[in-house]
């Protein structure tokens, strides 16, 4: 196992940043994913506070403070997730020296595969979810802050895509039924990241 390190959240935006443009496996393209999910949530988090308590709103006030506690919640996965995602990859890159002979019969291989993969799916399933719960808000919320409803919106889909990145970076690594299985959750997932993006972006134009 590798060395545990600092949680994600615990470091300053300074310090992650360089940690990311440092010359180290992790945290890398999965993490900045996660982040990215992580200001899209907060984003949408802020979109409701400041949509809270307007009579004009009232109709969707229960809704808008359930919506509310799950992004909340879903800012502070995304960042679990990132420190889940670099430590499976900082797992699967420590056996990154193995032989395809050595790799057949270690039994350390193929759960660090495993795990690799589904740390960066699990970051855009939960992208998706913070966009399904984004696609409720246009006409619902205050129109003064919908580009920041906008932008909310980009960066869960960047999460998604970046996400599939990595999932598809491991596809080549998976048995080969395992195979189809993952590239038919990356189609689905940038199917649906960019339908629910371009439907909350054109709301929030017009």
Not at 173 to 195: G, I, K, M, V, Y
Request: with cysteine; glycine share 6%; charged share 15%.
């Amino acid at each position: 196992m590798t060395t545990p390190r600092a949680a994600l959240a615990q470091l300053t935006l300074g310090g992650y940043l360089h940690d990311l443009a440092s010359k180290q496996p992790v945290p890398g393209g999965g993490a900045a994913s996660a982040v990215a999910l992580a200001h899209g949530a907060a984003l949408g988090s802020m979109v409701l506070h400041y949509t809270l308590g307007k009579a004009k709103f009232a109709q969707w006030e229960h809704d808008h403070a359930a919506m509310l506690l799950h992004l909340d919640h879903a800012r502070a996965e995304a960042l679990a997730l990132a420190d889940l995602d670099a430590a499976a990859y900082a797992d699967l890159n420590a056996l990154w020296s193995l032989t395809p002979a050595q790799r057949l019969t270690d039994p350390r291989w193929m759960p660090a595969v495993e795990a690799a993969t589904r740390a960066p799916a699990a970051i855009g399933d939960l992208a998706l979810a913070v966009l399904a719960m984004l696609d409720r808000m246009p006409g619902r919320t205050s129109t003064i802050i919908r580009s920041d409803l906008a932008i909310a919106s980009e960066f869960a889909a960047l999460a998604v895509h970046g996400a599939i990145w990595n999932v598809r970076a491991n596809l080549p690594l998976q048995p080969t039924e395992a195979q189809s299985s993952w590239s038919a959750w990356c189609t689905r997932a940038a199917a649906d990241a960019s339908t629910l993006r371009d439907r909350i972006v054109a709301a929030c134009r017009s």
